[in-house]
């Protein structure tokens, strides 16, 4: 059974610092990672999708990587702003169809 | 174009009742799923729903069940209602779903609070 777990729960930075987030994952036969963010009681917005076969995605200020050999997936954030503030959500499409997400990374940055 | 749209976003109901969501996905999109967002559990997989046929299921009990439609709207149905069951609803569309490599949409969810 697919587990996904992100790292740190929670991490505050002052506004214009880069930062990591770490997504990892126990088995490798991935279809694909998706990242998400979620601002409080909403619902989810897609970031980036990575397809187990590519290495990384970029997307203004973003950028997401995937080791699948490793089980590993990291969202990088450049130049952080305010507006930034979310929760940040990795989720795995495994073999059987099954997307499994991770319970999240609480950002917040400070102005 | 219109993205997923969840109705209605918020809904109270007392134990032992039933209920019924409603999603419709992008136009276009045939896969539906549905997944519950809890404090405690994170965010859970219910069931995929492609051409109407059920395609994938996750591990919850059968009081909760749904079905597509045609049109690929799709609704999802809560009988006998616990405690428990208050959570963030969310359903998320895809071109195709499953294991096809396109990305998943995720509407705003319906709030449901059981009393």
């Known amino acids: 059974k697919q587990e996904v777990t992100q790292i740190p729960a929670a991490l505050s930075v002052p506004e214009g610092e880069n930062l990591v987030l770490n997504c990892s994952f126990t088995d490798s036969a991935i279809y694909n990672l998706q990242w998400f963010r979620q601002d409080p009681g909403k619902g989810l917005t897609s970031l980036l999708l990575?397809?187990?076969?590519?290495r990384e995605q970029t997307s203004g200020r973003l950028n997401a990587s995937l080791d699948k050999s490793s089980g590993r997936s990291t969202l990088y954030i450049a130049a952080s702003q305010p507006g930034d503030s979310a929760t940040y959500l990795c989720a795995v499409m495994s073999n059987n169809n099954d997307m499994r997400f991770g319970a999240g990374t609480r950002l917040t940055v400070k102005p | 174009k219109a993205g997923v749209t969840q109705t209605p976003r918020y809904l109270i109901k007392t134990r032992g009742q039933q209920v019924t969501l409603s999603c419709s996905p992008i136009?276009?999109?045939?896969?539906v799923s549905w997944y519950q967002q809890t404090p405690g559990q994170g965010l859970q997989f219910l069931f995929e729903?492609?051409?109407?046929?059920?395609?994938n299921k996750g591990n919850f009990p059968g009081r909760f069940s749904g079905r597509q439609f045609s049109n690929s709207r799709s609704e999802m149905n809560v009988s006998t209602l616990e405690l428990g069951d208050s959570a963030l609803y969310l359903c998320a569309s895809s071109l195709w779903g499953g294991t096809s490599n396109t990305e998943a949409f995720f509407g705003q969810g319906t709030r449901l609070t059981v009393v």
């Open positions: 136009s276009g999109h045939r896969s």
């Open positions: 729903y492609f051409s109407e046929t059920q395609r």
């Open positions: 990575i397809q187990s076969s590519q």
